[in-house]
């Protein structure tokens, strides 16, 4: 490969490297975009996969998980367990919903793999522990971070916005006459 003039007047002059000195001197000297952290704080951005939370139901006020497991099958860090029992007319009861937020990756595809919209990922993540067993979630705390941060309208809304499919979106074919389904 033949050097031209321009390429041979770049390399011995260090062209390049006087580019990037004269931009990192001009940016040494402009003010830091650093946040003081606890004094400013982020506002969280609409749909953030953060702390976990189990769906409390409107109607019972109980968790709205029936244990089929979904969420722990489809998990990638394996870091959902769910432990049932059989209750009265063989339904599940769920005993305990426990999930390690240590090893959560936090790609929410429990969110999206439970058909009874059971478990949602909130939008607080400023939440921090000095022992392993501060970030082992059982049933009760994450029926808690439902109570304190998706309580309302605040969960229905998070629902309906960021997470699909919805009925609605479903196109539900009518039986035509061609295929038996008329008078």
């Known amino acids: 490969m033949k050097m031209t003039f321009n390429d041979f007047i770049k390399k011995v002059f260090f062209v390049e490297i006087a580019k990037g000195l004269a931009l990192t001197m001009k940016e040494l000297f402009t003010p830091a975009v650093t946040r003081q952290y606890p004094k400013e704080k982020r506002n969280p951005f609409p749909g953030a996969r953060a702390l976990h939370a189990l769906v409390r139901s409107d109607v019972t006020g109980e968790a709205k998980c029936v244990g089929c497991g979904l969420c722990a099958a489809v ?3 394996k870091c959902i367990h769910i432990y049932t029992t059989e209750g009265s007319d063989t339904m599940k009861v769920v005993n305990r919903y426990e999930i ?3 090893r959560c990756v936090f790609c929410a595809f429990c969110v999206e793999a439970c058909p009874f919209g059971a ?3 909130t939008d607080h993540f400023e939440y921090s522990g000095y022992s392993r067993e501060e970030f082992h979630y059982t049933k009760e705390r994450l029926l808690e971070n439902w109570d304190k941060y998706m309580a309302g309208d ?3 809304i998070y629902f309906e916005r960021f997470w699909g499919p919805k009925e609605k979106d479903i196109a539900h074919s009518k039986p ?3 295929a038996g389904g008329g008078a």
Do not use: E, M, R
Request: charged share 20%; proline share 7%; with cysteine.
């Open 119 to 121: 478990i949602a990922l």
């Open 100 to 102: 390690d937020v240590l």
């Open 75 to 77: 998990c990638p860090s």
């Open 176 to 178: 035509s006459v061609a």
């Open 154 to 156: 605040k969960g229905k």
